[in-house]
């Protein structure tokens, strides 16, 4: 049976031999920062989380088990947010307003907002700014594709806490991204 | 609004990349794969890997700061250990020493040809018993000068060491004993041996001092180096700290005859010259002619407070150094109980630590941590303040400047505890060993009694970003 690349990078990364690991880092390091700075928003602190969530893998590599393509991907990430959100817990932003955010009310439109003509990069930008408690919950929810029970388990927060914090969060990226295309809607007339 | 359009939002950043940290491979690698070359560095037993720690790239101009203290720290390493294979092997030093002890009471006792021979007969006896002592003291003096100075220039310049030993030696002892001698020369001259005894014995109170003091320094020089090199890999958090501690190593010791803090605290000299009669010192003498004499010199605690910054270089590993000063103090007493001389050495260091730390458990807002660094102070003044007391009345109180300044260096090692208060400032505790090595000096401090102590130190950090 012929192993593909993927695997042949897990029995390297077992081995402990740093090239592979920094062949592993080379590979998925921007988009393990992606998914690191979905939730944490200091520089540094994405610095340290990230080295964290290495050092985690380095150590707990025995534990992964090949699963078809891409479950080595699945599973780094799995230790990002996972270390992501040890640091949120560890170190709760008390600069954030976890009060009252204007959410528009009339959130009667039928469709979401359209996300075409919007670099990934805008939206990036909107979801860092975006409250962190609102903004972890819809990371679970959009990202990780928890359910509101799962992330009221990890974030010990009541289930319903859950569902209105994605609810916020949502409603105002949706607004963000209304505002946005507004905007650059008048920059061309 | 149904939530259709947060599938596609997560199908559409599905590929998303951010740019990945700066040096954050570096310090991955460091924490996985380089973690032996630190613990040896940590562990002072691969020069090596300081050395090569060193001479990494010097890209800042913090960088080049930190490489020179590194540059400083390994060669005073260097030299203590060079000094500490030299005292394995204490056949050549003593040689020196004794030579030095000979070459010094030579020039004493030219000196004190002059008068005064009357008077010393009476003191003799008690010089010479003082003799003994002051040789022995001397020859330990000597050697510790011997080892401070020969490292220190060899670190520096191997060319000048020769220089540096023979002025330094002869420069120390000539001041010393010129001093003590020229004042004990009216008394002496009959009592030369005891006369250089005395002196020797100041000597030897003096190098104590310096060498812990120098012992200390190397210590945190020698953390300092280390983190300097950690830090040149990838720089990361400055922190300022304020740091305060005492060593817990205040000790007193007791020995028979007479003693001197310094060469200098019989400073009856002077005052023998001008009046025998009256000398407070020569009264000390004859009233204790036949009693049992001893002295006591009990060193009071260090007291340390400083000023330090923090380097963190990565995660776990972090250099510092700062500025500290230290006060050691003694108290030497010596005669009988109703006739003595009652003498207080206060002696001010500065030093330089350079300290190397390695995070070892984060928790929350504390973080264990092991440190290990040197110290290298200098003593910047000095001074011994001498009462004579005759009969149980305070005859006559003198003070002298401690012309002496040795370097003492130290090396130490901790474990240290910190709590960060808010995002930028940490408390910490940190209870430690520390080593000072002998300054050569003839100061006679807590350091030369007991160079091994144990201490805390409580301080402030802040971490500048």
């Not at chain 2, 004042?183 to 030897?204: C, F, R, S, V, Y």
Request: charge should be negative.
């Amino acid at each position: 049976m012929k192993e593909n690349n993927e695997q042949i990078l897990v029995n390297r990364l077992l081995k402990k031999e740093e090239a592979a690991w920094k062949e592993l880092f080379g590979a998925y390091s921007g988009s393990l920062t992606y998914v690191c700075s979905r939730y944490i928003i200091d520089k540094e602190d994405v610095h340290d989380v990230l080295q964290n969530s290495f050092v985690q893998m380095f150590r707990s590599i025995e534990s992964f088990e090949y699963r078809g393509s891409g479950s080595l991907r699945a599973w780094i990430t799995k230790i990002v947010v996972n270390e992501s959100l040890k640091h949120i817990k560890q170190n709760p932003d008390l600069k954030t307003v976890s009060g009252d955010f204007e959410i528009p009310d009339e959130q009667n439109e039928e469709e979401g907002p359209n996300l075409e003509e919007i670099s990934q990069h805008t939206i990036m930008k909107m979801i860092r700014s975006l409250p962190e408690g609102y903004r972890t919950v819809f990371n679970l929810y959009v990202f990780e594709q928890k359910s509101h029970k799962e992330i009221a388990e990890i974030m010990g927060i009541a289930e319903n806490s859950s569902a209105s914090q994605l609810h916020r969060g949502k409603a105002l990226l949706a607004q963000k991204i209304k505002e946005y295309k507004m905007s650059k809607a008048a920059q061309y007339e | 609004m149904n939530n259709e359009w947060l599938n596609d939002l997560r199908n559409k950043m599905e590929d998303h990349t951010e740019d990945v940290p700066d040096g954050l491979w570096n310090d991955i690698s460091n924490e996985l794969f380089g973690e032996d070359n630190a613990k040896n560095v940590v562990g002072f037993s691969d020069l090596k890997a300081q050395e090569n720690a060193v001479k990494m790239n010097y890209k800042t101009l913090l960088y080049r700061i930190g490489g020179v203290a590194a540059a400083i720290a390994m060669f005073f390493i260097g030299g203590k250990l060079l000094d500490f294979n030299g005292k394995k092997e204490p056949s050549e030093q003593p040689k020196y020493s004794s030579h030095q002890a000979k070459t010094g009471s030579g020039k004493k006792v030219s000196h004190q040809e002059s008068p005064v021979e009357k008077e010393k007969e009476a003191v003799e006896n008690y010089f010479n018993e003082r003799n003994d002592l002051s040789i022995i003291n001397s020859n330990i003096s000597h050697v510790f000068n011997k080892n401070i100075f020969v490292n220190p220039l060899n670190k520096t310049k191997n060319s000048e060491t020769n220089l540096w030993r023979n002025p330094v030696l002869e420069g120390e002892k000539a001041n010393q004993e010129g001093n003590l001698f020229n004042q004990n020369q009216n008394l002496a001259q009959g009592q030369n041996g005891n006369t250089i005894e005395e002196k020797e014995g100041t000597e030897e109170i003096e190098n104590y001092e310096l060498l812990t003091k120098e012992e200390r320094e190397w210590k945190e020089k020698f953390k300092e180096a280390e983190k300097t090199k950690l830090a040149k890999n990838q720089p990361k958090k400055w922190m300022l700290g304020v740091v305060t501690g005492n060593a817990s190593s205040n000790s007193s010791e007791q020995y028979p005859g007479y003693a001197t803090l310094n060469g200098t605290t019989l400073s009856l000299p002077e005052i023998w010259g001008m009046n025998y009669g009256e000398d407070p010192l020569m009264a000390i003498l004859i009233a204790n002619q036949d009693k049992k004499v001893d002295a006591k010199i009990k060193h009071k605690t260090p007291i340390t407070f400083g000023a330090s910054v923090y380097y963190s270089l990565s995660r776990r590993w972090g250099i510092g150094t700062g500025i500290n000063y230290t006060r050691l103090s003694a108290e030497l007493t010596t005669g009988s109980n109703s006739d003595f001389i009652s003498s207080e050495q206060n002696i001010h260091y500065v030093g330089i630590p350079v300290q190397v730390n390695y995070n070892v458990i984060e928790k929350g807002a504390f973080t264990g941590y092991v440190t290990g660094g040197t110290v290298i102070e200098k003593a910047v003044s000095g001074d011994i303040k001498t009462k004579y007391t005759v009969d149980g009345v305070i005859k006559e109180e003198t003070k002298e400047e401690i012309s002496e300044k040795p370097v003492q260096v130290s090396v130490n090692g901790a474990v240290g505890l910190q709590l960060k208060v808010i995002k930028n400032i940490g408390i910490y505790a940190e209870p430690g060993v520390s080593y000072h090595f002998n300054d050569n000096s003839s100061l006679n401090t807590v350091y030369k009694e007991k160079p091994l102590n144990f201490n805390l130190k409580f301080g402030i950090r802040v971490l500048l970003d």
